[in-house]
């Protein structure tokens, strides 16, 4: 950028070199290299948010992907963005950037390199090749129309450019640079923010006895969220038990329901299924199966079959039954009472480990406010929103990066193709 003082001229201006930012600088780059593009990010050295995802691997996407991944926003809206570029596009697109990659369990894509560096330094280099103009550290304070452009004032100075990309993320791990500042300055803009919380985040509980006593332990469990009395979502996967809670693919999933309902003052709360796919009937024929057929066996014994050794013993003692109970002696009433338990245990939630630990952010800008064939925004004419920043959350499993790719290629179809300023 020119020195403080002077001006510097664009046609587009993209706010934020994350995922989003960066695809869509390369893919308008490449669509035509006739349009000046200029990435601007806060941080000395953007991405970091890439490199930390997938730990450390970067879960590019998910072999199948549709609305129904994704919360917030409106269905008809996100599963148009997603058909404009989809993970077959992106698998095709990284291999072009030099990175292959491979599926693994629920249709995770990574690179071959399982290297999250490498898949940051094939969107820088591909940036840079396509002449994609990376100004970082330039942080964007404020972001303003300007006869028919936009001024932006940045810590280097003042920009002017013909169209405005705002790619800055949500409040997710703001240590990377995602700390909200880009929602206010669509708010500015004339934008509505629906409220934020944290989405893919541990939980914290305030039952300390049982944590203390399955700290580390992981098992696959079905979790119920119910909202105002009736099960809203069902999630299967793994949990694992932690000092401060509960954490895990299932736990990170469920979060943004729990948190969702909380911020709206509904009545919230969760249960474990410790038998995923069981029933209260199918799991009480099955103990009445178990003592017929080894009427001695003890109960912890028995249970242990089923779940985690430690996590039977944490079950029995919080219940105050005995774990030397042979089966055979195991009353009707207690035999029930455990069933229950066993599948709908009660998780004492008392909320989350907050952002700096959270994988997105479900909440963000308005999604009607945006032409989902351009991602530009109905409110104010030249600026467009893509990636995190938007009211879209994905569940784990690569799918909030294909909405980051996805979003990018809409708008750089409409951007590649505009004429002149705005």
């Known amino acids: 950028m020119k020195p403080t003082g002077e001006t510097q001229s664009c046609d587009i201006a993209i706010v934020g070199a994350g995922a989003a930012g960066l695809a869509t600088a390369i ?9 000046s593009v200029l990435l601007l990010d806060g941080a000395a050295r953007p991405g970091a948010k890439i490199l930390v995802s997938g730990g450390s691997r970067c879960n590019v996407t998910n072999v199948a992907v549709s609305e129904r991944d994704f919360a917030g926003g409106r269905p008809p809206i996100i599963r148009r963005i997603l058909r404009a570029f989809s993970p077959a596009d992106t698998v095709a697109w990284f291999t072009s950037l030099g990175v292959p990659l491979h599926e693994e369990a629920h249709g995770k894509l990574f690179p071959d390199s399982n290297r999250s560096r490498d898949v940051l330094a094939a969107l820088l280099r591909e940036a840079d090749a396509s002449g994609v103009v990376l100004e970082a550290p330039s942080r964007v304070n404020r972001v303003a129309p300007a006869n028919g452009r936009f001024t932006l004032e940045t810590v280097r100075g003042t920009l002017d450019a013909g169209v405005v990309v705002m790619a800055t993320g949500g409040l997710s791990l703001p240590k990377t640079g995602s700390d909200g500042g880009g929602l206010e300055i669509a708010r500015r803009l004339g934008h509505t923010i629906v409220p934020t919380t944290p989405a893919l985040v541990p939980l914290t509980s305030a039952d300390d006895q049982i944590h203390e006593a399955l700290t580390g332990v992981a098992q696959d469990v079905d979790i119920a969220a119910w909202i105002d009395g009736g099960i809203a979502e069902r999630i299967r996967g793994a949990l694992l038990w932690t000092h401060f809670g509960v954490s895990g693919p299932a736990v990170l999933d469920v979060s943004r329901h729990w948190l969702r309902a909380r911020l709206e003052q509904r009545d919230a709360r969760l249960t474990i299924n410790f038998a995923p796919g069981e029933s209260f009937d199918s799991l009480d024929r099955t103990w009445t199966q178990q003592a017929e057929e080894r009427p001695r066996a003890s109960l912890h014994s028995t249970l242990a079959r089923m779940i985690p050794a430690s996590v039977a013993t944490a079950v029995l003692r ?9 089966l055979t002696d195991l009353s009707r009433t207690s035999r029930r009472r455990l069933t229950h338990a066993l599948v709908e245990w009660p998780l004492s939630v008392t909320g989350s480990r907050g952002y700096n630990y959270a994988e997105a952010t479900a909440g963000g800008v308005a999604l009607d406010e945006i032409d989902p064939a351009t ?6 004419p030249g600026l467009y929103l893509v990636g995190e920043m938007l009211d879209v959350d994905g569940r784990i499993g690569g799918f909030n990066f294909q909405w980051a790719w996805s979003s990018a290629r809409v708008a750089a179809r409409a951007l590649a193709g505009r004429q002149g300023a705005p």
């Open 27 to 35: 893919f308008i780059r490449r669509l035509n290299p006739s349009r």
């Open 318 to 326: 919080q219940l105050g039954v005995d774990a030397a109970t042979a």
């Open 375 to 380: 991602m530009a925004s109905r409110r104010c």
